[in-house]
C-alpha cells in the first residue's frame, strides 16, 4: 500500500491562475472548504504574463458598446464555430467580474472621468479592453490572490485558523484524478518539494490548469503549459473538443535563440510599426485575401494616413486578423526573403520618434533591449509566429462548467467552446473570470448535493498512480526526458505548425506513436527531492496525448478556419461549421495507433434571437443555406448592413 | 558564436552541500537560466531550479549571480566578465531546499499578515471613480512581481534569522504603503491605521533606508523612496505628533 500524505475537501481546484483562484473563492464563498492545488509558486501561474487586458462592454469609452456587440465580435473571431452559448454568458458577465476585482483592490488605468480606462483591440468593435498599462495579467492574478488572503484573514478571525476553508497547495502537482465508479472521488499527485505524493479526496474537482503550448518549440508560453489538464479531463473520461484549433501569434521575438518565442506586442503594429522582408519591401500589401480588399489599404500612404485619419482612409494590412499575418510571414519566410535569423522585420523606429516609442511602449523597448541588445527606437526587431493559446479544451456545460464526468469541472484555457476556431485578444482574461466562477459555484452546489453519499477514495487507484509517477526511476538506461520533449517540440513545430498538411500530419501521428512508446521507458537519475528530469518525464504523458488530440483533429478537419489552415483544403467549409470533433481515450488502444478516438459532433444550432443580431449577408458566409434564418424580410434592417469587419484593430495585442 | 563557460552551481540540500564545476557551452545572446538549462538536459537532470515565464514576469528564477540578487531568465550572460566563472547560488536569506530553490515560505507568511484592502462601504461594484493621477502610487508597487530578491538583499533579515519574525520585508512594507496610498480604501473608517501599524508590528523601524532592495529590484520600482521613506515619515509623525494624528483622523472620516 502506498503511503501518502491526505486530506479532504469538498471541492479541489487544481490550477491558480485567473480561472482557478475566481473558482476558489466562489468555492469558498459558497461556504465549501476548497483546496488550491498548483505546481508552481502562488501568484506564479501562466495568467501573470497577459499583457494586453480584459475584455468587458462597460461601454467606459463608448458607451455604444454592450453585450450584444462583444457576443458578435466574439462569434466572428471564432468563425462562429463557438459555443454560443458560452460566447452569450461571457458577454454578458464580463462586466460584472472586472467590476467586482475593483471592489478586491484592483487599480486598473482610469479614465479621465475617473472610470476604468478602456483600450482598443483587434476584431473588437470599441475600446474594450480593461488594462493596466502592459501588464494586466499580473494585476489579475494578484488582485485574486490577495482577495484569498483576505478570506483567509476572515477565517483566521472567526476560527483562528487562516486555512479553516480555503487552502493552498503550492507546488503540488495532480498527475491523476480519481474516481469513484463514474464520479470523481478527488485528485493524486505529487510534492515537488520532497517528492511524496498525496490525495486530496474531494466530491468536485474543479480543471483550471492552462494551456498546452510547451509541445511546440516556438511558443509564447510558460514553463507550466504541459497540458496537464487536458490530459487528466482524458484520462478521467471526459472528452476534449476543437482541439485542433491553436493559435499562433505572428510576432514572436526570433533572436536570440534563447527568447525565441517570446511575445511582441501587437500594440506595435496598432502604433505604426512595419513589417518588411529582406529586400525591404512592405509586403503585407501581397497577402490582403480577396474578403477583406474593400477594408484594407491599397497603397502605403493610404495606410499611411490611416494612422492619423481613420475615418477617410483604410488601415494597413498589418493589421489584419492574427491568423492571415501569421501566414503572410510564414510564406516570405518559405520563399527565402526572411531575416538573417527566420523572421522578418517589425520597424517602428522609422516611423515614430524615439521619444514616443519609448512612451507608447515600455516593456517592448526594455524587453528587446535587455534580451536581443536591440534598440528599436533605432533599428527594425526581428520576429516570427508563436505558438499562444489553444482554442481546444474539455468539452463542458456553458453553464455549469461540468464536463461528461459527474464531479469534473473545467474552466480557463483548459476548457473548450467559447472561442470557437479563434481566440480574441482580451477574451481569455474575460473568460477566466465568468468561467471560473460559474466553476466554482456549481463544483459547490454539486459537492453540497453529495451530501452523505460521499464518494470513496480506492486504494487500487492510488497504488496505480504511484506506481505509474514512480516508473521513470526504475527505467534501466532509459531515454533522457529532455531529449524526448525536444523532439517531440520538433514534431509538433515542423509537422502540425501553422500550415498543415495531410502527410505531414500522418507522419506526426506516426513520430508520436514511437515517441510514445519511447517515453515509455524515460528514465532519470537522483531522488525525489525537487527533481525537474522526473517531473518532465511524467509531463511528457501529457503533452504525447495532447498533441495527438491536436494532430488527429487537424488531419480530419478538412478545411481552413481560424487556428487551423490547411494547405490542402485553403478554405472554409460551412458544413464543417457544424462539426464538433471530440477527442477521447480509446478502450483499447492499439499499439503503434495511439490512444485517442475522434469522434464528430454536432455543433448545437445557434439560438435565434442571436442569429438575428448579424444580418443574413454576414451569416451567409459561415452558414449553410438551411441554417440560415427563414424569414429575412424579419430582421431588423439596420443589422443587415453592419460591417463585418469594421472593427478597430489598432493598439492590439494578446 | 558559441563557447565554453565554467558554471560553479550550488549543489545540496538543507543538510549542506558544495559548489559544483559544470563545463558548459554557451550561445549568442543566451541568458544565464539557459546556460542552467543547458547543464540540467545534458549534465545533471536532477538539477533543481525554479523558473515559469522566463521572461522576466513571474519572478520564480531568483538566484545569487556573483553573489548578486538576480532573475536568472534576465541577466544576459554577455552582461558578465568575459572568460571568468559564473557562480550560481541559492537566495541567502531563506532555507534551502535543494540545489537553487529555496523555502520562500516566509514571504506567504508576511504576505497574510498584511491586513487586506477594505473596500469603502457603499460603494458598488461599478461605482468605483478614481483619478489616474491618484492610483500612479499604488500602480508602481503593483508592478512587484514577487521575486523577493528585495526580501534576500536586505541586511536586516539577510543575516539575521532573529529578526525575521518582526519584520515584513521591503516587499510587504511596500504592500502597507501601497494600501494606504489607494485613493478608495477604507482602512481609516474601520479604525486601521496601516502607518502606524507598519511601524508598531511590521518592524518598519528596522529598516534604516539603505536603499539595497531597490537597487535589486528587476522591476525598478523605488521601493525606498517612494514607499518606504513616505510610510516612515508619516508613521515618525503621528507617534510623535499626537495633532498630526488627530488631524489625519478628521480629514479621513469626512
Ligand atoms: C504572453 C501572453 C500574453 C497574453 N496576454 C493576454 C491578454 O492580454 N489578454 C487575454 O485575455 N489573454 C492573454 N493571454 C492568454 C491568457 O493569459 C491565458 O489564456 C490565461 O492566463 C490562462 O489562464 P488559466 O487560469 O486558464 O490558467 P493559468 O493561469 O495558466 O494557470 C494554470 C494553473 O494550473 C496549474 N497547474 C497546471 N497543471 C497542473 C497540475 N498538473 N497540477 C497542479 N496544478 C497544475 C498551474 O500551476 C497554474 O497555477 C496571453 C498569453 C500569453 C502567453
Ligand atoms: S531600505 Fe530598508 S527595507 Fe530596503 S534594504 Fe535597506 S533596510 Fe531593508
Ligand atoms: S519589490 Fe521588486 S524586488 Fe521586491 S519582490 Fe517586488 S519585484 Fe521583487
Ligand atoms: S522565469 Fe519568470 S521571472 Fe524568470
Known amino acids: ?654 | 558564436m558559441s563557447y565554453e563557460a565554467t558554471f560553479r552551481v550550488w549543489r545540496g540540500d538543507a543538510e549542506g552541500g558544495e559548489l559544483t564545476d559544470f563545463q558548459v557551452e554557451v550561445n549568442d545572446g543566451e541568458v544565464v537560466l539557459d546556460v542552467v538549462h543547458r547543464i540540467q538536459a545534458t549534465q545533471a537532470p536532477d538539477l533543481a531550479v525554479r523558473w515559469n515565464c522566463k521572461a522576466g514576469k513571474c519572478g520564480s528564477c531568483s538566484a545569487e549571480i556573483n553573489g548578486r540578487p538576480r532573475l536568472m531568465c534576465m541577466t544576459r550572460m554577455s552582461t558578465l566578465p568575459p572568460g571568468e566563472t559564473v557562480t550560481i547560488t541559492p537566495m541567502r536569506t531563506f532555507p534551502v531546499l535543494r540545489d537553487l530553490v529555496t523555502d520562500v515560505g516566509f514571504n506567504y507568511q508576511k504576505a497574510r499578515e498584511i491586513p487586506a484592502f477594505i473596500p469603502p462601504q457603499g460603494v458598488k461594484p461599478g461605482e468605483y471613480r478614481m483619478q489616474q493621477e491618484d492610483v500612479n502610487r499604488s500602480q508602481e508597487f503593483r508592478k512587484c512581481i514577487e521575486c523577493f530578491l528585495c526580501q534576500d538583499t536586505c541586511h536586516v533579515v539577510r543575516d539575521h534569522e532573529e529578526n525575521k519574525p518582526a519584520f515584513a520585508g521591503p516587499r510587504f512594507l511596500m504592500r502597507m504603503a501601497e494600501l494606504d496610498m489607494h485613493p478608495l480604501d477604507a482602512a481609516g473608517d474601520q479604525g486601521l491605521d496601516r502607518k502606524a501599524t507598519a511601524q508598531e508590528e511590521h518592524g518598519l523601524g528596522y529598516c534604516n533606508i539603505t536603499k539595497c532592495c531597490t537597487e535589486v529590484c528587476p522591476e525598478g520600482i523605488k521601493i525606498t523612496d517612494n514607499a518606504l521613506i513616505p510610510l516612515k515619515e508619516r508613521a515618525v509623525d503621528r507617534k510623535y505628533d499626537p495633532l498630526v494624528w488627530l488631524g489625519s483622523k478628521i480629514s479621513r472620516r469626512r
Not at chain 1, 514553463?223 to 479531463?233: K, P, R, S
Not at chain 1, 499562433?248 to 535563440?257: I, L
Request: glycine residues 10%; charged residues 25%.
Open chain 1, 1 to 654: 500500500m502506498t503511503e501518502v500524505e491526505r486530506h479532504g475537501f469538498d471541492v479541489v481546484v487544481v490550477g491558480a491562475g485567473g480561472a482557478g483562484l475566481r473558482a476558489a473563492i466562489e468555492a469558498r464563498e459558497q461556504g465549501r472548504r476548497t483546496a488550491i492545488i498548483c505546481k508552481s509558486l502562488f501568484g506564479k501561474a501562466h495568467t501573470v504574463m497577459a499583457e494586453g487586458g480584459i475584455a468587458a462592454s462597460m461601454g467606459n469609452v463608448n458607451d455604444q458598446d454592450n453585450w450584444q456587440v462583444h457576443f458578435r465580435d466574439t462569434m466572428r473571431g471564432g468563425k462562429f464555430l463557438n459555443h454560443w452559448r458560452m460566447a452569450e454568458l461571457h458577454a454578458k458577465e464580463a462586466p460584472e467580474r472586472v467590476w467586482e476585482l475593483e471592489t478586491w483592490g484592483a487599480l486598473f488605468d482610469r479614465t479621465k472621468d475617473g472610470r476604468i480606462s478602456q483600450r482598443n483591440f483587434g476584431g473588437h468593435e470599441y475600446p474594450r479592453l480593461a488594462h493596466v498599462g502592459d501588464r494586466t495579467g499580473l494585476e489579475l492574478i494578484r488582485t485574486l490572490q490577495q482577495k484569498v488572503v483576505s478570506l483567509q484573514q476572515e477565517d483566521f478571525r472567526e476560527h483562528g485558523d487562516y486555512e479553516a476553508r480555503i487552502k493552498v497547495f503550492q507546488e503540488y502537482t495532480v498527475t491523476r484524478v480519481l474516481k469513484d465508479g463514474d464520479r470523481v472521488s478527488g485528485v493524486f499527485g505529487y510534492q515537488r518539494e520532497s517528492g511524496r505524493f498525496f490525495v486530496i479526496e474531494a466530491p468536485a474537482v474543479v480543471l483550471a490548469t492552462g494551456g498546452i503550448g510547451k509541445s511546440f518549440k516556438v511558443t509564447s508560453n510558460s514553463w507550466e503549459y504541459t497540458g496537464d489538464g487536458h490530459a487528466l479531463a482524458l484520462l478521467a473520461g471526459a472528452s476534449l473538443i476543437n482541439m485542433e484549433f491553436v493559435q499562433f501569434h505572428p510576432t514572436g521575438m526570433v533572436w536570440p535563440p534563447s527568447v525565441k518565442g517570446i511575445l511582441v506586442t501587437e500594440s506595435v503594429r496598432g502604433d505604426g510599426g512595419v513589417l518588411r522582408n529582406s529586400d525591404g519591401k512592405r509586403f503585407m500589401f501581397d497577402y490582403i485575401p480577396d474578403v477583406f480588399r474593400e477594408k484594407y489599404a491599397e497603397t502605403e500612404e493610404e495606410g499611411d494616413r490611416w494612422y492619423q485619419d481613420q475615418a477617410n482612409n483604410r488601415r494597413p494590412p498589418e493589421l489584419l486578423p492574427r491568423d492571415e499575418v501569421a501566414r503572410a510571414i510564414n510564406s516570405e519566410v518559405k520563399a527565402g526573403r526572411g531575416t538573417p535569423h527566420g523572421g522578418v522585420f517589425l520597424d517602428v523606429s522609422t516611423r515614430l520618434p524615439a521619444e514616443e516609442i519609448r512612451r507608447r511602449l515600455p516593456s517592448m523597448h526594455h524587453q528587446f533591449k535587455e534580451l536581443a541588445d536591440v534598440d528599436i527606437t533605432a533599428e527594425p526587431m526581428e520576429v516570427g509566429p508563436t505558438c499562444h493559446y489553444v482554442m481546444g479544451g474539455v468539452e463542458v456545460d456553458p453553464d455549469t462548467a461540468s464536463s461528461c464526468v459527474p464531479g469534473l469541472f473545467a474552466a480557463g484555457e483548459v476548457a473548450g467552446g467559447m472561442h470557437g476556431s479563434n481566440r480574441l485578444g482580451g477574451n481569455s482574461l474575460s473568460d477566466l473570470l465568468v468561467f471560473g466562477r460559474r466553476a466554482g459555484l456549481h463544483a459547490a452546489q454539486y459537492a453540497d448535493t453529495a451530501g452523505d453519499d460521499r464518494p470513496v477514495v480506492d486504494q487500487e487507484q492510488i497504488d496505480a498512480a504511484a506506481e505509474e509517477a514512480l516508473a521513470p526511476f526504475s527505467a534501466d538506461g532509459g531515454e533522457n526526458p529532455y531529449g524526448l520533449h525536444q523532439e517531440l517540440q520538433q514534431s509538433m513545430n515542423d509537422l502540425v505548425g501553422i500550415i498543415r498538411r495531410e502527410g505531414e500530419m500522418e507522419e506526426a501521428l506516426q513520430r508520436l506513436a514511437t515517441l510514445g512508446e519511447r517515453a515509455e521507458s524515460a528514465g532519470v537519475e537522483g531522488h525525489r527531492q525537487f527533481n525537474p528530469g522526473w517531473h518532465l518525464a511524467l509531463d511528457l504523458r501529457n503533452m504525447l496525448l495532447v498533441s495527438e488530440c491536436v494532430a488527429r483533429a487537424a488531419l480530419e478537419r478538412q478545411e481552413s478556419r481560424g487556428g487551423h489552415t490547411r494547405e490542402d483544403h485553403p478554405a472554409m467549409a460551412a458544413e464543417w461549421r457544424r462539426v464538433l470533433l471530440a477527442c477521447s481515450l480509446a478502450d483499447k488502444p492499439v499499439p503503434g495507433e495511439g490512444a485517442i478516438v475522434l469522434q464528430r459532433k454536432a455543433n448545437p444550432a445557434i439560438r435565434e434571437d442571436l442569429l438575428a443580431l448579424f444580418g443574413v449577408d454576414e451569416l451567409k458566409k459561415y452558414l449553410t443555406e438551411d441554417e440560415l434564418p427563414g424569414a429575412e424580410a424579419d430582421l431588423p434592417p439596420q443589422r443587415a448592413d453592419v460591417d463585418a469587419d469594421k472593427k478597430s484593430e489598432n493598439g492590439a495585442e494578446h
